[in-house]
């Protein structure tokens, strides 16, 4: 018995090295020169997973592997389809015999959704943690809450995600009144958020840069840049910047940040008075950077909801996004309107002169 006893020690012994080994050891995330955690760098949110969860899923938050591999499967079908030279007289909403998805379908149909080459929202199903997820929104339906009862509207001049209405005057009155991202002043997205979405189409990259005293996010839609000060205060001289007053601090190896201020026209599922952001940021390997937000308005919803999902590394660079080199569409937008309104007033005077007659 003794004897078996100091050859199961003896082996136990033996072996410990290579068990100690085999347990996968912490990331150690790492340092800037100025000593931060480092999550700087270009990075990619594109993905097959959508904001919101397809209501048939129900509370299921997470897909199974066949699921997500027959959804990154069928991507790749859409893709080698979409990448086909178009017949000019197929159907816009089945090109190339495919059923033309409506996110694509939203990105301009005739004007740039036909083809697959025009766009990229992503490959893969997001994973958290190694989880294909249903949705980003992580509340139990994958759903934004409902408001509360009795919740201020918006009304005015409002562009959720830089759609929606336009302003109170009239669509085609002047340039202003047109939205904010069709004139290229921000993206016509969320992409650059609070809270950062990817939008569906394409451009969902960027470029994170650290410095000691700030953190700074370039979008890649329509060059968007946040800047986060670092251990600073929210302003208090009432004005609402684009993308918010957002202030940053280090709480180990996660970078927390908190938006206020947020200006109405963009406003957030219907709330931005009130409206605070927090996300967090935590690298958690070298091509993975989570991606944690949470969203409170006490006006509008009984408490704090959000989600999470994970960037990946971009295997390039940000090149500039030239929104308005060669557009036109503003100057043909107004102009049409302008012989419309001609049209109408020549059938108006030609209508009073027979009445008279």
Request: charge should be negative.
């Given at each position: 018995?003794?004897?078996?006893?100091?050859?199961?020690?003896?082996?136990?012994?033996?072996?410990?090295?290579?068990?100690?080994?085999?347990?996968?050891?912490?990331?150690?995330?790492?340092?800037?020169?100025?000593?931060?955690?480092?999550?700087?760098?270009?990075?990619?949110?594109?993905?097959?997973?959508?904001?919101?969860?397809?209501?048939?899923?129900?509370?299921?938050?997470?897909?199974t592997p066949?699921?997500?591999?027959?959804?990154?499967?069928?991507?790749?079908?859409?893709?080698?389809?979409?990448?086909?030279?178009?017949?000019?007289?197929?159907?816009?909403?089945?090109?190339?015999?495919?059923?033309?998805?409506?996110?694509?379908?939203?990105?301009?149909?005739?004007?740039?959704?036909?083809?697959?080459g025009w766009?990229?929202?992503?490959?893969?199903?997001?994973?958290?943690?190694g989880q294909?997820?249903?949705?980003?929104?992580?509340?139990?339906?994958?759903?934004?809450?409902?408001?509360?009862?009795?919740?201020?509207?918006?009304?005015?001049?409002?562009?959720?995600?830089?759609?929606?209405?336009?302003?109170?005057?009239?669509?085609?009155?002047?340039?202003?009144?047109?939205?904010?991202?069709?004139?290229?002043?921000?993206?016509?997205?969320?992409?650059?958020?609070?809270?950062?979405?990817?939008?569906?189409?394409?451009?969902?990259?960027?470029?994170?840069?650290?410095?000691?005293?700030?953190?700074?996010?370039?979008?890649?839609?329509?060059?968007?840049?946040?800047?986060?000060?670092?251990?600073?205060?929210?302003?208090?001289?009432?004005?609402?910047?684009?993308?918010?007053?957002?202030?940053?601090?280090?709480?180990?190896?996660?970078?927390?940040?908190?938006?206020?201020?947020?200006?109405?026209?963009?406003?957030?599922?219907?709330?931005?008075?009130?409206?605070?952001?927090?996300?967090?940021?935590?690298?958690?390997?070298?091509?993975?950077?989570?991606?944690?937000?949470?969203?409170?308005?006490?006006?509008?919803?009984?408490?704090?909801?959000?989600?999470?999902?994970?960037?990946?590394?971009?295997?390039?660079?940000?090149?500039?996004?030239?929104?308005?080199?060669?557009?036109?569409?503003?100057?043909?937008?107004?102009?049409?309107?302008?012989?419309?309104?001609?049209?109408?007033?020549?059938?108006?005077?030609?209508?009073?002169?027979?009445?008279?007659?």
């Amino acid at each position: 018995m003794l004897r078996t006893l100091k050859v199961t020690t003896v082996v136990v012994a033996l072996l410990a090295p290579f068990a100690a080994a085999a347990q996968p050891a912490a990331y150690k995330v790492p340092h800037t020169v100025n000593g931060q955690p480092d999550i700087g760098g270009f990075w990619s949110s594109s993905t097959l997973t959508p904001m919101t969860r397809d209501r048939r899923l129900g509370d299921r938050l997470v897909f199974t592997p066949a699921e997500a591999k027959a959804l990154e499967a069928d991507e790749v079908a859409q893709a080698v389809a979409g990448d086909k030279p178009t017949d000019p007289n197929a159907p816009v909403n089945a090109p190339n015999g495919l059923e033309l998805k409506p996110s694509f379908a939203a990105a301009g149909g005739d004007v740039g959704g036909y083809n697959r080459g025009w766009l990229d929202a992503g490959h893969s199903v997001m994973r958290v943690a190694g989880q294909p997820r249903t949705s980003l929104i992580t509340t139990k339906d994958g759903q934004v809450p409902p408001r509360k009862s009795g919740s201020a509207s918006l009304g005015g001049y409002v562009e959720e995600a830089g759609e929606g209405s336009r302003g109170p005057l009239g669509s085609m009155d002047n340039p202003e009144n047109r939205g904010v991202g069709e004139r290229c002043i921000i993206g016509f997205g969320r992409n650059a958020g609070p809270p950062m979405f990817p939008n569906g189409f394409y451009n969902n990259n960027y470029n994170i840069v650290q410095t000691k005293d700030a953190v700074a996010i370039e979008v890649e839609m329509v060059h968007d840049t946040r800047v986060v000060r670092l251990n600073s205060k929210h302003r208090t001289d009432g004005l609402r910047p684009w993308f918010g007053d957002s202030i940053g601090w280090w709480e180990g190896d996660t970078l927390v940040v908190e938006t206020t201020n947020v200006p109405q026209v963009q406003a957030f599922a219907g709330s931005w008075k009130d409206l605070k952001i927090i996300e967090r940021f935590t690298r958690t390997a070298n091509d993975r950077l989570r991606y944690v937000f949470s969203i409170s308005d006490p006006t509008s919803w009984a408490e704090p909801w959000g989600g999470e999902y994970e960037f990946s590394p971009l295997h390039g660079i940000l090149y500039e996004y030239a929104c308005h080199e060669g557009n036109y569409a503003l100057p043909g937008i107004l102009a049409g309107a302008r012989a419309q309104e001609r049209e109408s007033g020549h059938a108006a005077v030609a209508k009073t002169a027979g009445a008279s007659n």
